[in-house]
T-cell receptor, first 116, second 117 residues
Framework: GAGVSQSPSNKVTEKGKDVELRCDPISGHTALYWYRQSLGQGLEFLIYFQGNSAPDKSGLPSDRFSAERTGGSVSTLTIQRTQQEDSAVYLC??????????????FGPGTRLTVL | AQKVTQAQTEISVVEKEDVTLDCVYETRDTTYYLFWYKQPPSGELVFLIRRNSFDEQNEISGRYSWNFQKSTSSFNFTITASQVVDSAVYFCALSEARTSGTYKYIFGTGTRLKVLA
């Protein structure tokens, strides 16, 4: 069984460009989570999906960040007009469901984003 | 406010020593879940344990043990007879349900454990 996969593994972009980060969850997992890990920092929770729905987007750092999930599977995190402070590792995780006894999260390898 | 505090930024021990990683949490909920994750140098977080707020029984898994004490809001992690392969960053995390019916996930800032040969 494949784990959570993320692509690209590394992304270098110029300030002001848009980037898309992709996450492919574990098959059968209905919940999907995005986190940001800046250098030497803990994990900052961004957003989660239960199915295709993101019930709370308040964790997204700014309106330049958006996320979607289609077909209850793959999710895309989009950062528009990237800034240097967006440089971080973006981690995706999935779980059977969100909340309750089934939200043990399994993490992907992350996408390292560098904004020049 | 919900919060997870891992006061130990970095710990160094010599192989075979026992080491305890501290985790203190804050929550107003009565139902919540606590987790520990390991992030080895390769970078991918690995799930270690999950504990719900109604289960204060301590757990042992091989060289790993966890001490959950609601009275002190702590969920500490002990590695017995540490090994070099235990070197990693360890994160404590809390999940809880909000009144809106959504969920929130809070991670601590991690403790970097270095086990020296």
């Amino acid at each position: 069984g494949a784990g959570v996969s993320q692509s690209p593994s590394n992304k270098v972009t110029e300030k002001g460009k848009d980037v898309e980060l992709r996450c492919d969850p574990i098959s059968g997992h209905t919940a999907l989570y995005w986190y940001r890990q800046s250098l030497g920092q803990g994990l900052e929770f961004l957003i989660y999906f239960q199915g295709n729905s993101a019930p709370d987007k308040s964790g997204l750092p700014s309106d330049r960040f958006s996320a979607e999930r289609t077909g209850g599977s793959v999710s895309t995190l989009t950062i528009q007009r990237t800034q240097q402070e967006d440089s971080a590792v973006y981690l995706c995780a999935s779980s059977l469901q969100a909340g309750g006894t089934t939200d043990t999260q399994y993490f992907g390898p992350g996408t390292r984003l560098t904004v020049l | 406010a919900q919060k997870v505090t891992q006061a130990q930024t970095e710990i160094s021990v010599v192989e075979k020593e026992d080491v305890t990683l501290d985790c203190v949490y804050e929550t107003r909920d009565t139902t919540y879940y606590l987790f520990w994750y390991k992030q080895p140098p390769s970078g991918e977080l690995v799930f270690l344990i999950r504990r719900n707020s109604f289960d204060e029984q301590n757990e042992i898994s091989g060289r790993y043990s966890w001490n959950f004490q609601k009275s002190t809001s702590s969920f500490n992690f002990t590695i017995t007879a540490s090994q070099v392969v235990d070197s990693a960053v360890y994160f404590c995390a809390l999940s809880e349900a909000r009144t809106s019916g959504t969920y929130k996930y809070i991670f601590g800032t991690g403790t970097r454990l270095k086990v020296l040969a």
